[in-house]
T-cell receptor, first 114, second 115 residues
Framework: GAGVSQTPSNKVTEKGKYVELRCDPI?????LYWYRQSLGQGPEFLIY????????DSGLPNDRFFAVRPEGSVSTLKIQRTERGDSAVYLC????????????FGPGTRLLVL | AQKITQTQPGMFVQEKEAVTLDCTYD???????LFWYKQPSSGEMIFLIY??????QNATEGRYSLNFQKARKSANLVISASQLGDSAMYFC????????????FGSGTQLTVLP
């Protein structure tokens, strides 16, 4: 079956612009996670959804970052007034539930803020 | 707070030989899970193996095995019979039990398999 997909694969934007990153989880997976990976580091947690609701958004760095999952499937990570420090790979993962099952990752979106 | 430490920024191994990638962790939770992921240059994180803190036996998945030493808080990954395609970044990660479901990752080890 299809894995986690993310679009776009690459995004270049200018400082101050708004961007949206999309994640389509594995079909039937109720839990969805967003992580951010800076160059040379491990991924860092941003937010996770159980169904439509954000169960934990403690990793969002500030109020410029927001994510939604309105129908409990596809999720969109939204970044307002982008800054050069937002440049990173944004990874999405999904798991069958949030009960400790393995998280399966998508290929990521590489965001570059000029 | 949880912490994962991977002390080997880079490792080299000869093709067909075994290699051990180190991972130590720190947590006060009585129940947790440990994962290893592989990240090739393409960027996708590929799940390799999982070990639960209460599992009695070390996990194995094909050529991958996890050497879990709970008292030492270590969860080393052993790759047997290395292949050129094993060259990648390897991350150790931990998950807590309960409501906090996020993974905490280490800084990774870059493995290079030599022909």
């Amino acid at each position: 079956g299809a894995g986690v997909s993310q679009t776009p694969s690459n995004k270049v934007t200018e400082k101050g612009k708004y961007v949206e990153l999309r994640c389509d989880p594995i079909s039937g997976h109720t839990a969805l996670y967003w992580y951010r990976q800076s160059l040379g580091q491990g991924p860092e947690f941003l937010i996770y959804f159980q169904g439509t609701g954000a169960a934990d958004d403690s990793g969002l760095p500030n109020d410029r970052f927001f994510a939604v999952r309105p129908e409990g499937s596809v999720s969109t990570l939204k970044i307002q007034r982008t800054e050069r420090g937002d440049s990173a790979v944004y990874l999405c993962a999904s798991s069958l539930t949030a009960g400790g099952e393995t998280q399966y990752f998508g290929p990521g979106t590489r965001l570059l803020v000029l | 707070a949880q912490k994962i430490t991977q002390t080997q920024p880079g490792m080299f191994v000869q093709e067909k030989e075994a290699v051990t990638l180190d991972c130590t962790y720190d947590t006060s939770d009585p129940s947790y899970g440990l994962f290893w992921y592989k990240q090739p240059s393409s960027g996708e994180m590929i799940f390799l193996i999982y070990q639960g803190s209460y599992d009695q036996q070390n996990a194995t998945e094909g050529r991958y095995s996890l050497n879990f030493q709970k008292a030492r808080k270590s969860a080393n990954l052993v790759i047997s019979a290395s292949q050129l395609g094993d060259s990648a970044m390897y991350f150790c990660a931990m998950i807590r039990s309960g409501s906090a479901r996020q993974l905490t990752f280490g800084s990774g080890t870059q493995l290079t398999v030599l022909p």
